[in-house]
């Protein structure tokens, strides 16, 4: 009789295995349940706790560099970066210089910023793209305005109330810059080193570790790596999200996957010496 039910588990249709795989995944992601964020990386705590240091008012680059190739593992790290900014009522402005993140960055804000009632031109500004991260990020180190006189709708930057006493690198407390591409490097060379100004990143997993240096050597302030910073941030913010949800769909699903081969070895192990 075991013999009989060893083999048939053993037989079991792959279809059922899907299915459960699938079920598993869903409901991960519909009911995060932070299962890795016991520990918080060095990293991804020293950029929480400079922003969380930061004084109401004070204004802060939001630089998301990133398109929907990179979006799965960045778009939770911007969301979540942004949602403390707001509860910390810090004035955001965002700028890109990635073509494919601006629509990204629309639907982004089209929800954050409501969660806490902020107000567009008041609590945040959105910059249109520019194509030239170098000539943007040199001439905001004289006059801002040089290169964002307009916001993305074509409005007088300058007039608006979020951006009273921001003229240069001088009145900016903080950049973040979440990216696909190498611009945390540019604005840790052009911001960072030659003017002072404090720079954070966040990164694809598989970029974290080209990034270490900075680290090192403080050029960096804090450092998100993939979807697990974007997991490990969501804790420390207390607001679980895509990241969170992310990270438990995989492990949960490694553990399945883990648990199958187990069970499928014990089976062919007692089958053998029945």
């Keep these: 009789m075991l013999k009989e039910k060893l083999n048939a588990l053993l037989r079991i249709d792959r279809r059922w295995i899907f299915l459960g795989l699938t079920v598993v995944l869903f409901g991960a992601i519909m009911r995060p349940l932070g299962l890795i964020n016991k520990e918080i990386s060095k990293d991804t705590r020293n950029a929480y706790d400079f922003m969380e240091k930061l004084p109401a008012g004070s204004f802060v680059i ?19 970066v942004a ?3 707001f509860r910390k009522n810090l004035r955001v402005g965002v700028v890109t210089y990635a073509a494919g993140a601006t629509g990204l960055i629309e639907q982004l804000f089209a929800v954050v910023p409501a969660e806490f009632k902020k107000e567009y031109g008041r609590d945040y500004i959105i910059f249109p793209y ?3 991260a ?41 950049v973040v810059c979440i990216a696909g591409t190498q611009m945390p490097t ?9 003017y002072g100004v404090p720079v954070m990143a966040g990164v694809t997993a598989i ?3 080209g990034y270490g240096p900075y680290l090192q050597k403080k050029q960096l302030k804090g450092l998100l790596g ?5 997991a490990e941030y969501e804790h420390l913010i207390d607001t679980p999200g895509k990241g969170t949800s992310g ?16 069970v499928s070895n014990i089976a062919m192990v007692i089958l053998k010496y029945l």
């Design 62 to 80: 939001l630089s998301l560099d990133y398109d929907p190739s990179t979006a799965p593992e960045l778009n939770p790290q911007a969301v979540a």
């Design 247 to 262: 990270i438990d769909a995989l492990s949960l699903a490694h553990v399945m996957v883990v648990g199958l081969i187990i």
């Design 226 to 230: 993939g979807m697990k910073g974007a």
């Design 186 to 194: 540019y604005w840790v060379q052009y911001a960072g080193d030659k």
């Design 130 to 132: 520019q194509p030239s």
């Design 207 to 209: 970029s974290q570790p």
């Design 83 to 85: 949602r403390h900014a």
């Design 134 to 174: 170098v000539a943007a990020l040199t001439q905001m180190a004289s006059d801002l305005y040089g290169i964002y006189d307009k916001d993305k709708d074509g409005k007088d930057a300058k007039s608006m109330p979020v951006m009273l006493g921001v003229k240069n690198y001088k009145n900016i407390s903080l």
